[in-house]
T-cell receptor, first 116, second 114 residues
Framework: AQTVTQSQPEMSVQEAETVTLSCTYD???????LFWYKQPPSRQMILVIR??????QNATENRFSVNFQKAAKSFSLKISDSQLGDTAMYFC?????????????FGTGTRLKVLA | DTGVSQNPRHKITKRGQNVTFRCDPI?????LYWYRQTLGQGPEFLTY????????KSRLLSDRFSAERPKGSFSTLEIQRTEQGDSAMYLC????????????FGDGTRLSIL
């Protein structure tokens, strides 16, 4: 069975600074995707970034980038130039491509607060 | 792309009552998922539909829970004889065919059991 661990329940960062959220996972599978989702207060989950396990190059989307360490089973999210609108819960999710259903296994989340 | 729509947004009911939630996925998405999210936790998978076929159900989905997706369009999740432990946010997500496709989530239905 796969598990996803987010060890930082809460974090805060000053506006315009950089913050890194950690995520580790456990799997014996080799073909999978990893995702970061953002859930603002009382709003829907929004995809931030995704990474295919077979790609060595780390994914980047504007101010968001990941540090994917496959051997260490680590998938951290870096947010550069933090903005007040980045305040949200952030969830790391694992998708096993061998499952056929492509369901997500989520971590428990990190609550990020960006301070003005 | 009008997004995934869920109704109602909030549902308050007494213990023992039946409740039904509706999810309208993005129209061209053939995959539909239901998750449950309790306070301080990440969403947990409940069930999965590919078109109208329910292909996987979690052990979290007791006999009191049933889900349908007639004609492969909208989906309903029904909880019979609700219990206090059913209080949670119920999230629906949809995605197009193909591995690695990200899921698009609705706003969720928050269920509160009195």
């Amino acid at each position: 069975a796969q598990t996803v661990t987010q060890s930082q329940p809460e974090m805060s960062v000053q506006e315009a600074e950089t913050v890194t959220l950690s995520c580790t996972y456990d799997t014996s599978e080799s073909n999978y995707y990893l995702f970061w989702y953002k859930q603002p207060p009382s709003r829907q989950m929004i995809l931030v970034i995704r990474q295919e396990a077979y790609k060595q190059q780390n994914a980047t989307e504007n101010r968001f980038s990941v540090n994917f360490q496959k051997a260490a089973k680590s998938f951290s999210l870096k947010i550069s130039d933090s903005q007040l609108g980045d305040t949200a819960m952030y969830f790391c999710a694992f998708m096993n491509l061998a499952s056929g259903t492509y369901k997500y296994i989520f971590g428990t989340g990190t609550r990020l607060k960006v301070l003005a | 792309d009008t997004g995934v729509s869920q109704n109602p947004r909030h549902k308050i009911t007494k213990r023992g009552q039946n409740v039904t939630f509706r999810c309208d996925p993005i129209s061209e998405h053939n995959r539909l998922y239901w998750y449950r999210q309790t306070l301080g936790q990440g969403p947990e998978f409940l069930t999965y539909f590919q078109n109208e076929a329910q292909l996987e159900k979690s052990r979290l989905l007791s006999d009191r829970f049933s889900a349908e997706r007639p004609k492969g369009s909208f989906s309903t999740l029904e909880i019979q004889r609700t219990e206090q432990g059913d209080s949670a946010m119920y999230l629906c997500a949809s995605s197009p065919a193909g591995g690695g496709q990200p899921q698009h989530f609705g706003d969720g239905t928050r269920l509160s059991i009195l």
